[in-house]
């Protein structure tokens, strides 16, 4: 089954036990320090930093300006867990939620759909997704590759002001004996 | 990020330095745009120094890629590596992007159209 975003206030992935816990004003132009401050809980194991950093930037990204609409006032609330075979994420925001989710998943259907088919023509439609909230910032494909990235889903709660997304690493071979 | 224009006869060389993020991507955009005012018609973005790209950064190349299509213009993209790499495989978009190895290959390319 094509992968979607999911809605479902249950979901394992909204388990905050052992998770850490942070709080942000909405400060757009905070997004990549708020970030920093979370990944530096990351185990130096983990490959490609650069790219986990930028996945969850994203995530707090839609959070403080989509959610929150960048207010002062409003809080974004990150839960975070890192070990060396997985990283979970659970980001909320007080904004009245990405109530576009099932428009959302039809609309990347249709993306992968043009993907399967190496349909480029069609697919210049598809490769962002843009509603009257986008401004010339927006690059409307960030969800596309968190899909892609966050290989244990993402999830939202059904009130869709609330994300939860995981990722497991492969594990490494362990045993490896040094001299006799 | 800073951005230095070279010229090859017709062709524009597009050199992106430092982190493409939700702070600065508009500025390839602009400065893209600046250029097809001047009647800029071949263009290379060379993404060799950049360590760091995010989804507006992946939007700005979308926009000027589309823009350029829809004007016949030509475009190549070259030196992805690393986490852009990655960035613009976990988008799917390898096969929309015009990718070029380097950017010699993107100028050979661009003396055949």
């Not at chain 1, 990405?98 to 349909?119: G, H, S």
């Amino acid at each position: 089954m094509a992968k979607m975003i999911l809605k479902d206030n249950n979901h394992p992935l909204f388990n905050t036990d052992q998770m850490f816990y942070k709080e942000f004003p909405s400060d757009f132009r905070q997004i990549r320090y708020f970030t920093l401050l979370i990944v530096q809980k990351a185990p130096p194991e983990i490959k490609e930093l650069n790219l986990l950093e930028q996945q969850i930037s994203e995530l707090i990204k839609n959070a403080v300006k989509h959610g929150n609409k960048s207010d002062p006032d409003k809080k974004i609330k990150v839960w975070y867990y890192f070990s060396q075979e997985e990283t979970r994420l659970i980001v909320e925001d007080e904004g009245k939620g990405f109530t576009k989710i099932d428009e959302w998943n039809d609309f990347n259907a249709k993306r992968q759909d043009c993907l399967k088919n190496n349909d480029f023509e069609k697919l210049a439609d598809y490769v962002a997704y843009t509603t009257e909230d986008s401004d010339y910032h927006d690059g409307g494909n960030a969800m596309f590759a968190a899909l892609e990235f966050w290989n244990e889903g993402v999830v939202f709660t059904e009130k869709a002001n609330c994300v939860a997304v995981g990722k497991t690493y492969p594990r490494k071979q362990k045993g490896i004996t040094i001299g006799d | 990020m800073e951005l230095k224009i070279m010229k090859s006869n017709d062709i524009y060389i597009i050199d992106v330095n430092g982190e493409m993020d939700l702070y600065n991507s508009y500025k390839l955009k602009d400065l893209v745009i600046k250029m097809l005012d001047k009647k800029v018609n071949k263009f290379i973005i060379n993404l060799n120094n950049v360590e760091y790209i995010d989804s507006s950064g992946i939007g700005a190349l979308i926009f000027i890629c589309s823009t350029l299509k829809k004007s016949n213009l030509h475009l190549y993209i070259s030196n992805i590596r690393g986490s852009v790499k990655k960035v613009i495989e976990l988008t799917k978009l390898t096969g929309y992007l015009p990718l070029a190895g380097t950017v010699q290959d993107a100028l050979e390319l661009l003396k055949k159209v």
